[in-house]
């Protein structure tokens, strides 16, 4: 089985902006280098005719180059506790377009639609339940609220594959695949 996901990888500047904001939350794992990057449609786990498929979906897609710029941190909560914390972007519009976009050729391929709203972020760290302190996490969020960064591009769409290890995931570039315009 294949556990993949269609993402962008932001430009190394910007993944250095980020990494050096990183810290001061008891608990936290954050997110290395290799690990950043914006979802724009989780898969889950398939086998490997359908990772097959998807990366043939992936191929013919055409989309054309994005620009966004960092805007803000923010949480996101389950049951009443932060589980991870979060770099937004903004315009997010050209994003959920991709994000429409990629779902809609994975509903042709048998795939089921994406069930969660979207909201185009980077995660910067994520939170085990009872050890992260909920005060750090609101004195973080406040000290980076205003996080901004000047445009970016995204020029390339990236299939990954996710292997859950017992130190969190690491995600594996499958293909990728160049964005026009």
């Known amino acids: 089985m294949h556990r993949l996901f269609v993402g962008l990888r932001p430009p190394r500047e910007i ?4 990494i050096a904001i990183m ?11 290799d690990q ?3 979802t724009i449609r989780y898969i889950g786990e398939v086998d490997h005719r359908t990772a097959e498929d998807v990366a043939l979906a992936m191929a013919r897609l055409h989309a054309p180059a994005i620009s966004v710029a960092l805007q803000g941190v923010g949480r996101f909560e ?6 991870a914390i979060w770099a937004g972007v903004s315009p997010g519009e050209a994003l959920a377009r ?9 509903i042709a391929l048998g795939l ?16 085990a339940r009872g050890l992260a302190v909920e005060g750090e996490i ?5 000290a980076q609220a205003g996080l901004a960064s000047a445009p970016f591009p995204f020029t390339h769409v990236t299939l990954f594959e996710s292997h859950l290890t017992r130190d969190g995931a690491r995600y594996e570039p499958v293909d990728r695949w160049p964005m026009h315009g």
């Open 15 to 18: 993944r250095a902006a980020l």
């Open 23 to 33: 810290g001061g939350i008891a608990g936290a794992r954050w997110q290395t280098d």
């Open 36 to 38: 950043l990057h914006l």
């Open 78 to 83: 389950k049951q009443g506790r932060t589980d």
């Open 98 to 106: 991709l994000h429409k976009k990629v779902d809609h050729a994975l």
């Open 112 to 127: 089921p639609a994406e069930g969660r709203a979207y909201l185009p972020h980077i995660t910067l760290a994520r939170l």
């Open 138 to 142: 609101d004195a973080f969020i406040a």
